[in-house]
Every structure is written in C-alpha cells, then in structure tokens.
C-alpha cells in the first residue's frame, strides 16, 4: 500500500510542479486513494456480519484531495456496535494510520441518524459531501435518505451550519471572497 500511495504522491506533486494540479488532478488523485482505501477494506471486510458502509466525508467526499490533506472517513453500521465491528474499524484504520495519513474518523450505527446533531457545524457540512467508498451500497443509501433525502430533519441544520461558517471564514479574511485562506 505504500508504493500505492508513493505513486499516487508523487503522480499529483508532478502535475502540481507543470502547473496542472487543479480539480481534474485533485479527483484523479481523490480516485487512486479511494483504491487504496477500498484495498484495505476489502481485506478487512470479512471481519463482521453486520451490514457496513464506507463513506468519503468532507473534501475527501467532493474529490478534492490535496497532497497532504487530511483523509475525512465515515463508517456506517446496520446495527450495533460490537466487538467484531470494531476490529473492522481497527483493520481499516490501523494501515491507514501505518502509511501517516491524517485519518478524520466517524464510526456510526444507522440509528444515530434518527436525531441531527446540531452541536458540531464542521460535522454537519461534511456530511454534505457524503461520498459511497465500499461496503453495503444499501447502508449507503439509507443513511442519504435519513441525512440528504428531501424531508430530512438534517437539511435545515445542514444549511445552517454551511452558512454560519462560512460568515465565520469571511469575518476571519476581512469579509472579503477574494482572500486565499493560508
């Protein structure tokens, strides 16, 4: 996995030096990740029952992946949370960690999302972003039907927090869209 992700680098930092690094090169690189990602998953799958959904959240879910951005992961489970889920979640996460990836992580059962957690804006506009990696497709679907379907109570308190952050990045750039955040 680690000449993968080599790869993947430097095929992006080389694109980036010619002046070719803009949302084309960031998605093709957002793709090779993705299959470095479902590789691991695909051998760690076996390890529970229980129907799971690997979920690219935030700019990892828009493909917008920088060369050393973090790496936004939900995994959504069909029931509860045991021990044999959470070895699936050690599986995944501990070569990802082995490669010194900054891995954002969200372990979550479909049932937490009968209540919106309004608490966390940043949450609730990576959700927005929500992307299918690997696992159950169902799972996947459920979830954007409880999260991002039409009637959704998360909608409301999506849209909220998308704004309030982004009055909160404009305050902090001088209230002015033309700043470049460092």
Not at 41 to 51: F, L, M, N, R
Not at 60 to 83: E, N, T, W
Not at 147 to 156: H, I, K, N, P, T
Request: glycine share 6%.
């Amino acid at each position: 996995w680690a000449s993968q992700l080599t790869a993947a680098r430097a095929t992006l930092a080389a694109e980036a030096r010619l002046a070719r690094a803009g949302l084309s090169a960031l998605d093709r690189f957002s793709t090779r990740v993705d299959e470095l990602i479902q590789d691991i998953y695909t051998v760690a799958g076996g390890e529970t029952t229980t129907p799971v959904a690997l979920l690219a959240i935030g700019g990892y879910g828009r493909a917008q992946l920088c060369l050393h951005s973090d790496i936004d992961l939900m995994v959504v489970f069909d029931g509860p949370i045991a021990a044999a889920e959470e070895r699936l979640v050690r599986l995944i996460l501990h070569p990802l960690w082995d490669l010194r990836l900054d891995i954002g992580h969200q372990v979550r059962e479909l049932r937490d999302f009968d209540h919106v957690e309004v608490d966390n804006p940043k949450y609730l506009v990576a959700l927005l972003e929500a992307r299918f990696l690997a696992g159950d497709r169902a799972v996947f679907e459920r979830f954007v039907a409880a999260c991002l379907g039409e009637g959704s109570d998360w909608r409301a308190p999506m849209r909220n927090a998308l704004v309030e952050l982004t009055a909160q990045r404009h305050a902090q750039f001088n209230r002015t869209v033309f700043h470049l955040e460092p």
